[in-house]
């Protein structure tokens, strides 16, 4: 949502040049185009996971929109604090000033609300969680955090956030863990045994001899840093659907997003590449859209959905080889 205002010549002629027999961008671009896309991982050190995406960079419309993601887990306790047994995701998203430089701070605040409510609730879903965040049943668990930062919008910032945050988290690894139980030992008992004098009257704060095993876990070292979150191809890629009467187009600018009426959102997971599932849908702007319309649209998009998602995986899985070769240098250089 960038803030452009346009005068009423400007809008009609943007809409009139996209609903031309022969429709006219002013990138050149056709109805269907995106922009060009850079995507790298593995930008933020200290994160399990990261991402940073830019879409049009070197565009008419300036530096493009881009997105920072970060992924961190943290343990949580299940029996006594906010911990949920399997582990929970946790999305939020923070704009940078100068990506919106007329907003004032109460509308960046409502921005801010907007965005991370719609990435939250598509991508904390109990259908998405991973099944690797347990660490010991009924006792810790990972709490992944995910959080975005929009650094500039040049418009279509909502399919940059998804695949921001799909990136991230493809990125994100799982330390490995390992149970560690401590025992006590039978004879041990008050007095001491052998040539090692005990105090009674004192004890440790890591005396267990009252408690017969405590379970703990500890990290195990390995050159790859963790395995991936489980089921990361699942993770939804957005299509936003920018609407005129008779005809629909994809990956508008801040121009062309300020001269059109409606957007369709649209989320799309696909965890079985036969059928895709509808993660979530949202249409932006005033009045309405009729019904019928809208089935026909969720059509279309499942397909521009379907070839983001192949081409996004690819650049991914080249990423994975760039990072994986680039981790064990660094782990033997260690060693």
């Known amino acids: 949502m960038a803030f452009k205002t346009l005068s009423k010549s400007e809008k009609a002629y943007i809409q009139s040049s996209l609903q031309a027999s022969s429709s ?26 990261s991402a940073r995406i830019n879409i049009g960079k070197g565009s ?3 530096g493009g929109t881009e997105i920072l993601a970060a992924a961190k887990l943290e343990v949580e306790d299940v029996e006594h604090g906010d911990g949920v047994e399997g582990g929970r995701v946790s999305c939020s998203v923070s704009c940078s000033p100068s990506a919106y430089p007329f907003a004032s701070s109460g509308t960046l605040d409502d921005l801010q609300h907007d965005y991370t409510s719609l990435v939250h609730s598509a991508l904390s879903h109990p259908s998405l969680r991973p099944a690797n965040l347990s660490i010991l049943r009924g006792k810790k668990s990972w709490l992944l955090s995910l959080d975005l930062v929009v650094l500039s919008d040049c418009g279509n910032v909502y399919d940059a956030l998804f695949m921001a ?52 876990f500890e990290l195990e070292d390995y050159w790859d840093e963790g395995e991936p979150l489980a089921g990361r191809e699942t993770w939804p890629v957005c299509i936003t659907l920018n609407l005129l009467p008779r005809l629909h187009f994809l990956d508008a600018t801040s121009s062309e997003e300020a001269a059109i009426p409606h957007r369709l ?10 059928t895709p599932t509808l993660q979530g849908m949202q249409l932006l702007g005033p009045g309405e859209v009729d019904l019928v319309h809208i089935k026909a649209l969720i059509q279309e998009g499942e397909k521009y959905a379907s070839d983001l998602y192949t081409s996004l995986n690819t650049k991914l899985k080249d990423e994975d080889i760039r990072r994986t070769d680039k981790a064990r240098l660094r782990f033997a250089a260690v060693r």
């Open 165 to 216: 945050a799909r990136a991230a988290m493809w990125d994100t690894k799982v330390p490995r863990t390992r149970s560690v139980e401590y025992r006590a030992s039978k004879n041990r008992t008050g007095g001491g045994t052998g040539d090692m004098e005990v105090d009674d009257e004192q004890q440790s704060g890591l005396d267990t001899r009252q408690v017969k095993a405590a379970t703990d």
């Open 60 to 62: 008419d419309e300036g």
């Open 24 to 49: 006219f961008r002013s990138d050149g671009r056709a109805l269907q185009d995106y922009r060009t896309v850079a995507l790298e991982t593995g930008v933020v050190p200290l994160a399990n996971g």
């Open 265 to 274: 959102l649209l989320a799309y997971s696909f965890a079985s590449r036969s």
